[in-house]
């Protein structure tokens, strides 16, 4: 990898701070959640949250300065060694989604000041700032870590968190509490699929430690144990990870939440949950068996082409904004899904490139909707009649992501769907080839049916909404959408960073090193 | 997996298998209940008796946890809940759900499709048992010098996964107070509906016997909670069981007393505060070890001269910061639960 800058970028830094980053940048989010209960004023917990939240992502570049350098880094909690002990260990697979989610939660939280003092009660901002801290943390504990029992541990505290981000939609449309225990019952029986997979894996070879349980798989062999593992740990990761059919929960998730907690879960959430499947399938389990060859050939990939067509189709019927792009979610997650069922570095390469891409075009989607849902009450897609006149920045803003998730050239989408179809025809899958094309022909039609009515239909002429016409973006939600607008279009034109990472998470998968 | 060992059929195979066969029935039958009431003593019954399963498993650990947990306060809770909905489940009109039925069953054909080759029960040469388990038996002495290896596992060598568990209970605690709220603090002179349910009407005003009893009770309740928090290190206990000890001695103190009264005594913005507080401490620990330069949760920092005074010392302080959120985030729930009032009209919905 290019490890041009990282010398001089890491050498400013006290060596303290280098060496603990690792730690601080999982445990500063964390303590900052009670710290912001405490704080019980919005803004103030806002304010902090803010801080933290840089200072988290200051904390991500560290690491990706070290991994440059290094290729990977371990950290020991409580200075005991692996196994004993729990380890961090840190390389380009889990730095990519480190690094996302860490961004992420910085756009997420600058954007979400206005639309949070609108949506949620005043006596309930800090906590729900304390709420989002913590799933903050959750996600990223969850890709930080190299011991299995910790994903488990750090995927509840992301759960748990986003029910609750979740509900507090409730006071908008009460839909959102059913929609929110609809994905607590769902979720909890993913995770507790999750820890009997892991609860498997330890009886087969006694350790926790991701690298380990790797080394003493390939002295144990394969056996009944080690199968039942792996389809509880897939399925566990599956149901987080909104793979079809065990999508349901996600369309009413994304559309009934408080507008910050839809742009961040959607950018992140299944994301992670994403990479951990990554993680597991590629990384602990060895690569190469034929039970998961079998299994991600014949269950995972029909599952990905069947969610890439069926769920486009279903954002095409979609009238509410919100719903169409959460559908629209889950058919990109089956990209990825799809890449990952490839089994080569190629494929895996590209469904990362993919990930990355599609959580910076989804968050700013969300996002866009959310400003004009601030401003003009927007909800249906008949509603963005005229956005492009009244609200020209943010529109072109979400034009640009929403070109982006058709996979346009000049749009970073591009690329990923670019390598997939290459990736595929590589392996001779030209079946899946034919189901990337069909699925983005649709996604032309859904996105362009947002487009055209938001650049070619008139705004409404009604009383009410003559006086809202001069209704501004608020700058701070603005700022981040162009942003990752911004950014949509500099990773086409330069995705070395996000490819670098890709081509080398695939090559700690593939290359032999352990993680 | 290994054909040398042999599980013996002696009287603890036939009382775990007695166990597990009660706890299929008690299964059934809460699946069949329509009584909520019923089903809510029933899942206790069903803690109590995992719980009585584990000791005869040997995890006295988990076996006490789960005594705190299901039977004693998660059934508090439950009623509590209850007391807010209907007593009757509504009838469910009779569906066959084909799905669910497939899936239930292919879940247990997975699981016994593993069992086949799952190392014997109680087999010494098994993974679990021979390779980092072994490790924690030979090295909790030397390392840290607890008698309880279980404490060190939980508190030291997997001290950050505790600590993640605590965070999963403040975040709990968080939900409630964001989705139900805790109430407010305590109405004087005038009784709230919400009280008088808490206190099952009107056992506030006689059950001299009750009251009595009680009064006796609860400071035996706390003194036993403060044994269990500070004997972890040499049986079983800890901050978790210590925790829920102590909170349920306030809700019994809200039983019988009333709501009111018990948020006089321990407010919801001192529980709310010590939900915070008590990760607060625990990750406090955690950061006074990285600024003696170690890394994080490094408790032999604390006293670099005798590395086991120094994890007894971290341990002790790290169990203190699971005691605060587990105590506070039970009153949380607790309070939320039995403060709560129908604030959205049928209409609403």
Redesign the interface.
Known sequence: MNASFAPDFLTWLPAWLVMQSAALLVVMPLLSGPIALVLSRGRLAWTWAIIISLATFAMALILYGQVLEHGSVEYAFGDWAPPLGITYNIDALNMLILLLVAGMGVLSLFYGLPSVLREIAPKDQAAFFAAFMLCLTGLLGVAITGDAFNVFVFLEISSISTYVLIAMGGRQDRRALTASFHYLILGTIGATFFVIGIGLLYMATGTLNMADITAQLRLHGDDRVVRAAFAFIVIGLGLKTAMFPLHTWLPNAYAYSPTVVGAFLASTATKVAFYAMVRFTLGVFLPGSPFSDAFLGLVLAPMAVAAMVICSVQALYQTDLRKLLAYSSVAQLGYMLLGLSMGTMAGVSASLLHLFNHALLKGGLFMGLGIFALSFGVRQVQDLRGLGKTMPVAAAAFAICGLSLIGVPLTAGFWGKYFLITAALEKGWWWAATAILISSVLAIFYVGRMLETMYLQPAPKTKGRSKKITAKAPLLALIPLVLLAVANVWFFVDASLPKGLADAAANVLFGGGAP | MNGEFLTPIDAFTVIDLVFMMMLVTVGIAIVRLKDLFAIVMLSGVYSLVSAAWFVSLDAVDVAFTEAAVGAGIATVLMLGAMLLTARKAAPAKPARHWAALIIVCATGA??L??T????SFGDPL????????L??LK?TGPDTGVPNVVSAILA??????TF??T??I???G??V???LGLGGPARRKKKSVAAKTAAGKSLSSHHVVLRVVSKLMIPIIIVYGAYVQFHGDFGPGGGFQAGLIIASSIVLYALIFGIDAAKEAVPPSLV??G???G??IY?GV??IN?LL????????TLNPAHPTHGQELGIMFVEIGVLVTVASVMLIIFYGFTSRQPD?SDK??
Request: aromatic fraction near 14%; hydrophobic fraction near 45%.
């Open positions: 997975a699981l499709y593993a086949v080759d799952m190392p098994s993974a679990p048992n021979a390779y980092v388990g490790e924690y090295q030291s060598y997997r001290g950050y996964d993640g568990e965070t999963v403040l975040t709990a968080l939900g107070i964001l989705i709310r505060l939900a915070a507080l990760v607060l990750g955690g950061v990285l330069g170690g890394n994080f949760l490094s408790y032999n959205i609403d919905w």
